[in-house]
């Protein structure tokens, strides 16, 4: 089987591929993550699923290239990673006592060029609170370098009322539909 390469950074992305006990590497993109304003949620991060993992893909052709992006979408307003605490304060409020969606584009593609893509989304409610302990959520800096500003896998859990869908997706990467995509590859696991 070709190599495998997870073309993220993300500790949280590593952490799940780490599960599968699959051989594999991690490679940072490098890719301009702008989209054009008249994609849908679920197209844009289809999209950059695909920018990702093709970029990846075209320094190491023989291999299968996995890329994945998520964007957090609540009242039909797209969030993406804050840049400061101020903007991860904001995101929260629009959060809080409200059910929202995470969208994650998921692409796959291999030797020869050939391409498997999914999107994968899960809802989420959460929980009314105060705005003291909104602050003290912040003051644990979990919303640095997350879509919503927020971590479930960490304390960030303690703001979910009801979670809909795949968790994994939710800390991003949808396992269950990377398993599906590596299957229909030719990987195996066991």
Not at 15 to 28: I, Q, V, W
């Amino acid at each position: 089987m070709s190599e495998l390469i997870l073309a993220s950074t993300s500790s949280a992305r590593r952490a799940l591929m780490d599960g599968l006990r699959l051989p594999y590497r991690a490679e940072a993109p490098g890719v301009d993550e702008v989209v054009a304003p008249h994609l849908s949620v679920t197209e844009a991060v289809r999209e950059l699923a695909s920018r990702k993992a093709r970029a990846v893909h075209q320094r190491h052709p023989e291999a299968w290239v996995l890329g994945a992006d998520q964007l957090v979408e609540v009242a039909g307003e797209v969030l993406s990673k804050p840049v400061d605490r101020n903007a991860a304060r904001e995101q929260l409020r629009k959060l809080v006592g409200h059910t929202h969606a995470i969208h994650t584009g998921v692409c796959l593609v291999g030797p020869g060029g050939k391409v498997l893509d999914a999107v994968e989304t899960t809802r989420l409610t959460f929980y009314r609170v105060k705005e003291e302990e909104l602050e003290r959520y912040l003051d644990l800096n979990e919303w640095e370098g997350c879509c919503g500003s927020y971590r479930v896998e960490d304390a960030g859990q303690a703001l979910l009322e009801r979670l809909d869908g795949d968790r994994s997706n939710v800390q991003g990467l949808p396992m269950v539909t990377v398993v599906r995509l590596l299957r229909e590859a030719g990987f195996r696991f066991f």
